[in-house]
Nanobody
Framework: QVQLVESGGGLVQAGGSLRLSCAGS????????MAWFRQAPGKEREFVAAISKTLVSTSYADNVRGRFTISRDSVKNTVSLQMNNLQSEDTAVYSC?????????????????????WGQGTQVTVSS
């Protein structure tokens, strides 16, 4: 069984930064492809960023590339999302996801049905 718990969300002014963290229990997160998704009110969940197992590859949605960075901390068993220059359109519930299905090293995945476990989400609100 895997449990993922996000933290670090909150209220920030436009142009500010937040760092989200996804802590895992039951699995060593380094061994799995993971991602961050977000869902704004009234909208479908959308891909934000992904990281392959073994740190080979990362990938970002076009609207966050250059502002957001996904990374791992193997000591803390976490995956983080550093978000800089936040804008009002970044307001959403952010969730981390983990894929336990067979995954070649270096592969990243962009669809929510590519992932098997999800955290409960953390709210990010950006005021303009």
């Amino acid at each position: 069984q895997v449990q993922l718990v996000e933290s670090g969300g909150g209220l920030v002014q436009a142009g500010g930064s937040l760092r989200l963290s996804c802590a895992g229990s039951g699995r060593t997160l380094n061994y799995y492809a993971m991602a961050w998704f977000r869902q704004a009110p009234g909208k479908e969940r959308e891909f934000v960023a992904a990281i392959s197992k073994t740190l080979v590859s990362t990938s970002y949605a076009d609207n966050v590339r250059g502002r957001f960075t996904i990374s791992r901390d193997s000591v803390k068993n976490t995956v983080s999302l550093q978000m800089n220059n936040l804008q009002s359109e970044d307001t959403a519930v952010y969730s981390c996801a983990l894929r336990t299905r067979l995954t070649p090293s270096g592969n990243v995945y962009y669809r929510d049905n590519d992932y098997d476990y999800w955290g409960q989400g953390t709210q990010v609100t950006v005021s303009s």
